[in-house]
């Protein structure tokens, strides 16, 4: 059974910084591309970053650029998200998901995703 279970978010104020998990069992963590994506209340769904199955060649969001910093640990079969300066637009529920085939095409679209964790929320607030 796939699994992925995201951790890390929560209330930080504006500038702050907070490190998202996102741990994941049930399928070969490294042989697949995965990504954050986010959703911002009353708002779709918006992707954030990728990454490939080896861990790297990442790729960010315009909005996010400079600011956030995607690693993924195939050892330990986890993802992260690290986001420093956050800003209160980065206000969303961040889910951590699976590229549905191998490769690393096309991440932008969240149909490419198969598996997606339970999210967490991260609310940026002073």
């Known amino acids: 059974e796939v699994r992925m279970v995201e951790s890390g978010g929560g209330l930080v104020q504006p500038g702050g910084s907070l490190r998202l998990s996102c741990r994941a069992s049930g399928f070969t963590f490294s042989s697949y591309a995965m990504s954050w994506v986010r959703q911002a209340p009353g708002k779709g769904l918006e992707w954030v970053s990728a990454?490939?199955?080896?861990?790297?060649?990442?790729i960010y969001v315009d909005s996010v650029k400079g600011r956030f910093t995607i690693s993924k640990d195939n050892a330990m079969n986890k993802l992260y998200l690290q986001m420093n300066n956050l800003k209160p637009e980065d206000t969303a529920v961040y889910y951590c998901a699976k590229r549905r085939t191998l490769g690393y095409s096309e991440v932008y679209y969240p149909r490419e995703y198969d598996y997606w964790g339970q999210g967490t929320q991260v609310t940026v607030s002073s």
């Open positions: 990454v490939n199955s080896g861990g790297s060649n990442p």
